[in-house]
């Protein structure tokens, strides 16, 4: 158990829905990261965010925006969403003393099925 | 092009093998981490690594930077080494991280 929670583990919705995904960090973490992994695109960095403001983008898609709230958890926004959005979603989070990525510890992911 | 390369792909070993991955990379990097995920889909942060050598119990990562490529090597593999292997790197600026597509690493009793 990495300390990192995700929640919901599964979620099935549909083509032009909005879903958010939720993420606790290690307690004493003040980054949290999001990544997209998709059966073709592999592991993909989205956006990271320390101590409430954001730190760094990825290939995050307009459709899709986070936020990080006092309390350190964060929550991945997806909207209008498209089949190809269909993707486990992973939370990272870590202590993050400087630049770049310190030690990461891994949520369990968040599976998104669009249908 | 990918920044991130590794090779195999796919990687059947027997137990006992002496296990080789291979990672290269195109970008300037501020480090390099292995990532260990399991058939579950539970990640690990395995090695982070910017220059020479670390080892863990019977996992080995090397860097070479000049060359820009890195190996992760398993020792008397056993069947619980079974997991998908991911190179990953952090940009120079800290700001950006790109992923291998992974190797997929079986171990036969």
């Known amino acids: 158990d990495s300390g990192v929670t995700q929640t919901p583990k599964h979620l099935i919705t549909a083509t032009g829905q909005r879903v958010t995904l939720r993420c606790s960090p290690r307690?004493?973490?003040?980054?949290v990261y999001w990544y997209q992994q998709s059966l073709d695109q592999g592991l993909q960095f989205l956006i990271q965010?320390?101590?409430?403001?954001?730190?760094a983008k990825g290939n995050i898609l307009e459709r899709f925006s986070a936020q990080q709230f006092p309390d350190l958890h964060s929550e991945l926004n997806l909207s209008s969403l498209e089949l190809g959005d269909s993707a486990l979603y992973f939370c990272?989070?870590?202590?993050?003393?400087?630049?770049?990525?310190?030690?990461?510890?891994f949520g369990p992911g968040t599976r998104l099925t669009v249908l | 092009k990918n920044e991130v390369e590794q090779s195999p792909q796919n990687l059947t070993a027997q137990e006992g093998e002496f296990i080789t991955i291979n990672c290269s990379y195109s970008?300037?990097?501020?480090?390099l981490h292995w990532l260990q995920q399991h058939p579950g889909g539970g990640i690990v942060s395995l090695f982070m690594?910017?220059?020479g050598k670390k080892k863990h119990g019977r996992l080995i990562a090397t860097i070479n930077i000049q060359e820009k490529h890195s190996s992760l090597h398993i020792t008397a593999s056993h069947p619980r080494d079974s997991a998908v292997y991911i190179c990953?790197?952090?940009?120079?600026?800290?700001?950006?991280?790109?992923f291998g597509t992974g190797t997929s690493l079986t171990v036969i009793p």
């Open positions: 990272a989070s870590s202590v993050w003393a400087g630049q770049g990525w310190a030690e990461q510890f």
């Open positions: 307690s004493g973490d003040l980054s």
């Open positions: 965010y320390y101590n409430g403001e954001e730190r």
């Open positions: 970008v300037g990097i501020s480090a």
């Open positions: 690594l910017s220059s």
């Open positions: 990953a790197v952090s940009s120079f600026t800290g700001n950006q991280f790109y």
